[in-house]
């Protein structure tokens, strides 16, 4: 029988291997190098850079998860992305998703083009993305929905279009998790994650994954990854490994109280927009249904004015003023001064990012809470501003 996804995080089909005591959690190893019983004889493990069984053993749970054959994962997701771009050569075209996680149009803008690479950056799920494709155009690179606007792009379509152009697919699928969506079943070559977000989900390591199921893929990472050594620690890789064995019930959490708190949003006359795929009048609505088990706990919305949400990310307690996602602690973030700080004005207003509005990572909390705490920040926001006006 397959096994369910939340099993799979908990138990690898072939367990085994350098794990001789039956330790139900994975060991440390904590070692740089390794002995050979002789010459010309190797443990399998030369040198950590190379590969580390604990850093295997979580690369093992990962393609599992994704359903691919190999995953890698390295010290950061930007890291993973960074190796990502090496498949490229000066010359080569992209075309990427406009409304991506910053640091990647970071990377993309000033380092990949100063190493020859161009990109067309579009709007995946609107425009005619086929009309873009160059004589030397290498492959797409999507996130879905994205960050923070929530766009959501239909990954098989896409990659059929992929496949009659022979572009790789590659999908960011950090947002959902491999819970919610596993892009490499709807024909992607690549996925890329933010091992950092819902697979830690602790918001305590940073980590990233590329996972593939292509042969040829597989061999230039392997090479990529001992040559430029950005591997992810034993350390952290067992980290990684404990956040994992809770993915499937931190994401149903989330995911719910997600769902409350957008419902709970639309209702305030503060705010004029709540951008969450989960909500049926979200147009990304259908295509969700169809290639993801659920809608994840990631929302963004829009404030009357740039003041209403500056005083929230100041009154805010329980809920946390702070960058990054995917734990189980609810996270608020300002994309304008935080996430796509670095992202050009003029792109952030063309993909929607105004100064009123925020993101939501909604994590595992009591939703009750969760709400109070919301309602009390509205409530006395309104005060004040009511009280300004009057006077
Ligand atoms: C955070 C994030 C990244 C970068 O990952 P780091 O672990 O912070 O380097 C890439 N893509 C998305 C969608 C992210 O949210």
Known sequence: MKRAIETKC?????????????????????????????????????????????????????????????????STGMAAIALLMELFQPGDHLIADADLY?????????????????????????????????????AIYIETPTNPMMNVTDIAALSEIAKRHRLLLIVDNTFLSPYLQNPLDLGADIVVHSGTKYLGGHNDTLAGFLV?????????????????????????SWLILRGIKTLGIRMEKAQSNALEIANWLKAQSAVTRVIYPGLPE??????????????????TFQLKNKEFALAILEKV???????????????????????????????????????????????????????????????????????????
């Open 10 to 74: 908990l138990h690898l089909e072939e367990e085994g291997g350098c794990n001789n005591y039956g330790s139900i959690s994975y060991p440390i190893y904590q070692t740089a190098t390794y002995a050979h019983p002789g010459v010309g004889k190797s443990t399998g493990y030369d040198y950590s850079r190379l590969q580390n069984p604990t850093r295997e053993h979580l690369e093992k749970v990962v393609a599992a998860l994704e359903n691919g054959t190999d995953a890698f994962a390295f």
């Open 102 to 138: 910053g640091g990647s149009i970071r990377l993309f803008r000033n380092v990949s083009e100063k190493n020859g690479v161009t990109f067309s950056s579009i709007d995946c799920c609107r425009d005619d993305v086929e009309s873009y494709i160059q004589e030397n155009t290498k």
């Open 212 to 236: 593939t199921n292509r042969e040829d893929i597989r061999e230039k990472f392997a090479f990529l990854i001992k040559t430029t050594g950005a591997g992810l620690a034993p350390f952290d």
């Open 317 to 391: 307690r329980m809920i946390k003023f702070a960058e990054s996602l995917g734990g189980v602690e609810t996270l608020i973030t300002y994309p304008t001064t935080q996430t796509h700080a670095d992202v050009p004005k003029e792109i952030r207003e063309k993909n929607g990012i105004t100064e009123s509005t925020l993101r939501l990572s909604v994590g595992i909390e009591n939703a009750e809470d969760l709400l109070y705490e919301l309602n009390k920040v509205f409530r006395e926001i309104e005060g004040e501003q009511y009280g300004r006006e009057k006077s």
């Open 282 to 299: 979200h147009p990304g609505y259908n295509i969700m249904k169809k290639q993801a088990r659920g809608f994840g706990a990631m929302l």
